[in-house]
């Protein structure tokens, strides 16, 4: 690990593995915090991007197993929100295509521009009309892609977003709420939350990115008290501020690998029907999420990707069916991923790499053999 990170320039990650259906390791290397030398610990908090969206999966087939919607549903029918592609206003979006990223929706400049340093203040449903209905303040149609909703994958942030106001129409609950109450705790992740209001800040690392000289102009949300260095002749790790978004169900959770890997050992359990922690999702259910959903490429892709209902197939990582879920923002990067047929599973959070995919190394290595 600590060669992998030297090789990366990452200063501190988390890291669990699970094998067997039993969490084996968890343990924790680098700095959480640079500057003030805080040690990076196995219960440091840290932003998990896209990674996010398994959680927001999680809730919403919770809520399809209770009937309050199906998957083929318009989703117009169930959220305060006029979704519709605007060349296409006859055509529903369906609530699977949220899921298998085919709704048309696309992370126009507006949501690339959501992101800012602390809590988000508007409302979710709010920013949704706003990006999405005619006349909204942050509509137009780069907010969409060319084609019918349901023909081509196109990953999309904002898709979740929706998914996100759609827990809350059908549950009563903030998408944050719902969340806690019935996912972290049945499962015992205690620590782990979206909001940063009322967090003690020494429990969450401070996000990381490693850059050099030329490249310090690009870096978005670095933290304003932080001033670059006079004199670079290498790189230089730039410290962000602790940032949110609206779209919180795409990529806003915070917690640690040992907490997370709570999640895969729960989908693990339900797979297999059988173990300890609570049952979030019926067998059947967490079946129907690691089957191909035979989504197409968009023209301009360069490769195919099989896809889940939020879950993806790994084949990269290693050997047999590898389930899993990257996710990359702002000074992070992460990976969670399961092999149902033998438990074995991991799950890595870390500060960013763009020189070389840490996270994806690690996974390698542990799918390597069966």
Known sequence: MLGQMKQGRVPGLTLAIIDGGQ???????????????????????????????????????QLWE???????????AHVDIDVRHPAYPRVPITIRQLLTHTSSIADGPAYRASYGCGDAATPLNRWLQDYLQPGGQLYELKNFHDWQPGTYYAYSNVAYGVLG??????????????CRRHVFEPLGMQR?????????????????R???????????LADPAWHAPGQMDEGVWVPHCLYGFVTMADGGARTNSAEYSRLLLAYLNAWRGRGE???????????????????????AAATAVTQGLTWALKSQYGTGEIWGHSGADPGVATLAAIRPADGRGVVVIGHSSWRHNVSVEVAKYVFASN
């Not at 490693?210 to 978005?220: A, H, N």
């Open 165 to 178: 106001r759609l827990i809350e129409k059908a549950s009563g609950l903030s998408y944050s709420e719902y």
């Open 23 to 61: 969490l084996v390791h968890s343990a924790a290397y680098g700095w959480a915090d640079l500057e003030q030398r805080r040690p990076m610990t196995a219960q440091t908090l840290l932003n998990i991007a896209s990674v996010t969206k398994t959680i927001t999966g999680t809730a919403v087939m």
């Open 192 to 208: 782990s939350r979206f909001e940063l209001v009322g967090m003690d800040r020494s429990e969450h690392a401070t996000p990381y």
């Open 66 to 76: 209770q009937r309050k919607f199906g998957l083929e549903d318009d989703v117009r």
């Open 277 to 299: 922690l609570p049952l979030l999702l019926q067998q059947k259910t967490v079946r129907q999420m690691f089957t191909d959903q035979h989504v197409q490429k968009a023209p």
């Open 210 to 220: 490693y850059v050099t000289d030329d490249e310090l102009s690009s870096v978005r």
